[in-house]
């Protein structure tokens, strides 16, 4: 079923090998859990080791030097990690005792002094942020001490580190624009690991898909926990921007000048974006949506609870009703959007009513597919200080499987009103059911497959869609679009 697919993908984790370059010797096993930008990071954190002499490899029995990029978003994803150590370590004891494993990201951050002083399960910690201090760490490690950095800046973007493009399909790419997080959700750790939200140089954004784009990758999505609120005054944190010179306010890039220049600059690559914030995303970025074919028409669009009680309690600084009239208008805007959500059931002090409320915004909205999952407290956050975790684990997973069967409803709604159009579907790789039938997207960000006839990866087809399921559409190709 397509959202419980969705939820059992984000928990896996992905190991990632590049090209091998000449002349490096050491073996570097890199693993990411959680989310797009997590990948990103390791992509960042593969570049920078390759120079110190290192070659990626997916075979965790042979690596001089192990990393988990890591998630601290739900317990869940903490104690699958957790495990994943532990294997680490058994490989260490048993098969190559000159291993060395560390943690990278989220958790890195917020368990530092327990994984290497207390369980004593890696060798060196590196938060979001510490990445260029990883040679120095490796040589620590490799003198026999411990190493650690996860000190937060409020100026590292990253902006000039071309990125290893691990396990790429050649086609599609991330690129991060923002890092960061000024937002404060009180169930959410990110601010606390990640630190607070500043923007890349837009120079350097274009010079990475420039790169993309002479390496014929196809789409591009901009990455960021907050992509619509990136801002760009000639460096610093978006919360100094009214502090800036007049000058740097009246020249600034916002993310709605940035997709557009993003768009007109590369109009044969297929732009999406990832991930909006309620708040933060303004009229404008809707019709620059509308204005370029090559953005994709689909908006990951948070909500976390359709009760303005809860998201008060979640510090979401929005309102039912506000969200609701965002809603209509990208209807309005772009009546062909594709919308989906995050939602939490369960949040300290919701009540029937609040769920309810969550049910009713679900039928409003009729989202196209979501991200579900009940309420995990996490340590450190501001609901775990000021609330009571007190809704019963039965309730909460009572209320997340009936969000989740309404949002399987409205998915198998959306597939079906595709049937019997010829969409255009970018091919990004082969079906995981079917070895003789290519998958790819079509705008709206749902999956299509179909025969693979002659067409090859990277290419844009015109695919007449034939049935659906919740989840997949099914067609055949009827030629190539005019994008290819």
Known sequence: MHTEKIIEENKQGQSLVAKK?????????IESYGCQMNMSD???????LVKEGFNTTQKLEEADLVLVNTCSIRDNAEQTIRKRLQYYNSVKRTKNPSMKVGVLGCMAERLKSKFLEEEKIVDLVVGPDAYRDLPNLVEEVEAGRDAINVILSKEETYGDVSPVRLQSNGVSAFVSITRGCDNMCTF?????????ERSRDPQSIIEEIRDLNQKNFKEVTLLGQNVDSYLWYG????KDFSKASEIAQSTAVDFAQLLDLCAAEFPKIRFRFSTSNPQDMHLDVLHVM????NICKYIHLPVQSGSTRILERMNRQHTREEYMELVDNVRRILPDCS???????????????????????????????????AYSERPGTLAAKKFEDDIPL???????????????KHSHYWTKQHVGKVEEVLIEGTSKKNENEWKGRNTQNTIVVFPKEHYKMGDFVNVKINSCTSATLIGTAVGYSENN
Do not use: W
């Open 42 to 48: 390791s992509e960042i954190v593969a570049s920078i």
């Open 339 to 373: 919308i989906s959500q995050d939602m939490i059931t369960g949040f300290c002090g919701e009540t029937e009513e609040d769920h309810q409320d969550t049910l009713s915004l679900l039928e409003y909205v009729k989202y196209d597919f979501g991200f579900m999952f």
């Open 188 to 196: 959410c750790v990110v601010p606390f690991t990640r630190g607070r």
């Open 394 to 408: 039965a309730v909460k997973k009572r209320r997340l499987a009936e969000v989740i069967s309404l949002q399987l």
């Open 235 to 238: 460096g610093g944190l978006k």
């Open 21 to 29: 370059v000449t002349g490096n010797d050491k073996k570097l096993f």
């Open 290 to 293: 509308a204005k370029h074919n």
